[in-house]
């Protein structure tokens, strides 16, 4: 359903991808891993068209985004939800506004409508009622859940999560990632996960690829990605086994 060929991107002179190919299947998770600083947000930017490659092409199933106009890239962007790496909620909006944000700016309802939807995905990531609380009151897990609340406020049939549970201790980390399943199983999304958590990426990915100066060195479902014959698959994978 997406598939990255041959991507290449540099930024002044320093290569982040370098041929880069891979496919992410539709209807599943996959898991994307790599040393920090190796590309892996620039990758995912890519997938949702806020970064354009040197070359190479980025399929969403029949468009290719590089030859996209300004109108078509846009309906291809509303597919899209995304949880960004730095989590970002709006500070001065409380939680409500924060989660109507994107209804607002992509849909005209009235106001009940808006405020219903907003209800509906609170609910949904097991925050119902929160409203009217403000980000500064909610602690790191609370915000990520809203920002997922937010993230599928307009159905995307695709959702980006970059490092989803960074920063969270074990118990969260776990609450985060069974949203996340139960969101993909609940609405059969196509979702795409960068994570450092070892733990995470067995338990939710059906995809794992791993990201090495600029390539996609190992992919394969979890039992393929676990026996990888490859060092550097095995260096990542070893804390587990401690
Ligand atoms: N907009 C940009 N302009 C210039 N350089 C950039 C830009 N975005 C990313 N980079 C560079 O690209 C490289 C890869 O960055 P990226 O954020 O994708 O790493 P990452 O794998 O997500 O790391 P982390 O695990 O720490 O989040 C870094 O060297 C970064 O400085
Ligand atoms: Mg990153």
Redesign the pocket.
């Known amino acids: 359903m997406i598939r990255l060929v041959n991507v290449n991107k540099s930024?002044?002179g320093?290569v982040?991808l370098q041929n880069l190919s891979l496919t992410i299947p539709g209807g599943q998770t996959t898991v994307i891993i790599?040393?920090?600083?190796?590309?892996?947000?620039?990758?995912?930017?890519h997938i949702i068209g806020l970064?354009q490659p040197d070359s190479g092409e980025i399929w969403i199933d029949d468009d290719e985004l590089t030859q996209l106009k300004e109108k078509d890239l846009y309906r291809v962007r509303k597919r899209f939800g995304m949880l960004f790496?730095e989590g970002a909620l709006f500070d001065s909006m409380n939680v409500g506004q924060n989660v109507a944000f994107p209804i607002l700016e992509h849909r005209k309802l009235p106001f009940a409508e808006v405020e219903k939807l907003v209800a509906e995905k609170l609910e949904l990531v097991g925050l119902p009622g929160i409203e009217s609380k403000m980000p500064a009151e909610l602690s790191g897990g609370m915000r990520k859940r809203v920002a997922l609340a937010r993230a599928i406020a307009l159905d995307p049939d695709i959702l980006l999560f970059?490092?989803p549970t960074t920063g969270l201790d074990p118990i969260m980390t776990a609450a985060i990632d069974e949203l996340i399943i139960d969101t993909q199983k609940r609405f059969h999304m196509t979702c795409v996960v960068?994570s450092?958590d070892i733990q995470s990426v067995f338990r939710i990915g059906h995809k794992i690829a791993m990201?090495y100066e600029g390539r996609i060195i190992e992919e394969g479902v979890p039992e393929e990605f676990r026996d990888s014959k490859n060092e550097l698959v095995q260096n990542f994978l070893t804390p587990l086994c401690r």
């Open positions: 930024f002044r320093h982040v790599g040393g920090s600083g190796g590309g892996k947000s620039v990758l995912l930017k970064i790496q970059d490092e960068i450092h990201l």
